[in-house]
């Protein structure tokens, strides 16, 4: 049997490399995406067409009501969405969803115990990212330690590991790494405002640094603009 991990699968760039690369590892893998009625839930069609062709063993779509306890710009359409700026690159975004990877992780981890499975993979990057607090090294340490006391795997001395390969990477680094681990990124989709044809806006956050990431690779942006 081949050791089993649970892919968080957004469907875009960065998760989509993650599963790359957990394959690449002979992981089994068991991808999991959430329906939180975001602003952006067409990318679950793309998570759904990723997951068939790289092959995950099963992919379920969650669905979560957790909008009417957070505000955001991603699940509250009163909040416009921002075009990125450097000078607030600082700022915590109005595209932030309070707590959503410790709810995500959290769900994982229980599907994770259940399948038996050794490890959790998610595409947070700590390099080019929104500033979002819960994409950071040491928030990813911390969920790992929670989920080594707080499970049944982790008590009896078999914690549930929690893989971020991408933290480190700058979105060129990561693009880079997906060639060659033969990832079709024009299968991907990263934009907050993306229309039902699935063409990307080219100005939220998510855009301009996956544009930027493209243009630094040297490699072609394959995302359709609108």
Same mark, same amino acid.
């Given at each position: 049997?081949?050791?089993?991990?649970?892919?968080l699968?957004?469907?875009?760039?960065?998760?989509?490399?993650?599963l790359?690369?957990a394959?690449?590892q002979?992981?089994d893998?068991?991808?999991?995406?959430?329906?939180?009625?975001h602003?952006?839930?067409v990318?679950?069609t793309?998570?759904?067409?990723?997951?068939?062709?790289?092959?995950a063993?099963?992919?379920?779509?969650?669905?979560?009501?957790i909008?009417?306890l957070?505000?955001?710009?991603?699940?509250?359409?009163?909040?416009?969405?921002p075009?990125?700026?450097?000078?607030?690159?600082?700022?915590?975004?109005a595209?932030y969803v309070?707590?959503?990877?410790?709810?995500f992780?959290?769900? #994982?981890?229980?599907?994770?115990?259940?399948l038996n499975?050794?490890d959790?993979f998610?595409?947070?990057?700590?390099?080019?990212y929104?500033?979002?607090?819960?994409?950071?090294?040491e928030y990813?340490q911390?969920?790992?330690?929670?989920a080594?006391? #707080?499970?049944?795997?982790?008590?009896?001395?078999?914690?549930?590991?929690?893989q971020a390969?991408?933290?480190?990477?700058?979105?060129a680094?990561?693009i880079?790494?997906?060639?060659e681990?033969?990832?079709d990124y024009?299968?991907?989709?990263?934009c907050?405002?993306i229309d039902k044809q699935?063409r990307?806006c080219?100005r939220?956050?998510?855009c301009?640094?996956?544009?930027?990431?493209?243009?630094e690779?040297?490699i072609?942006?394959?995302?359709r603009?609108y």
């Amino acid at each position: 049997m081949n050791k089993k991990a649970v892919i968080l699968l957004s469907g875009g760039l960065d998760s989509t490399t993650c599963l790359a690369i957990a394959r690449s590892q002979d992981y089994d893998c068991y991808a999991l995406s959430f329906d939180y009625d975001h602003r952006h839930h067409v990318e679950l069609t793309a998570a759904q067409q990723i997951a068939k062709k790289y092959g995950a063993i099963e992919h379920r779509i969650v669905k979560l009501d957790i909008a009417q306890l957070c505000r955001s710009a991603l699940t509250d359409f009163s909040i416009p969405v921002p075009d990125y700026s450097e000078d607030e690159e600082d700022e915590i975004p109005a595209t932030y969803v309070p707590a959503r990877n410790t709810i995500f992780l959290a769900i #994982a981890l229980g599907w994770a115990e259940v399948l038996n499975a050794n490890d959790i993979f998610i595409g947070t990057s700590s390099i080019d990212y929104s500033g979002y607090p819960d994409c950071r090294p040491e928030y990813i340490q911390a969920f790992q330690n929670m989920a080594a006391i #707080a499970t049944k795997a982790g008590v009896e001395g078999s914690p549930i590991r929690i893989q971020a390969p991408l933290i480190y990477l700058s979105k060129a680094e990561t693009i880079k790494l997906g060639i060659e681990l033969k990832v079709d990124y024009s299968l991907t989709l990263s934009c907050y405002q993306i229309d039902k044809q699935g063409r990307a806006c080219g100005r939220c956050d998510s855009c301009v640094l996956r544009k930027q990431g493209f243009k630094e690779a040297g490699i072609p942006d394959p995302t359709r603009y609108y």
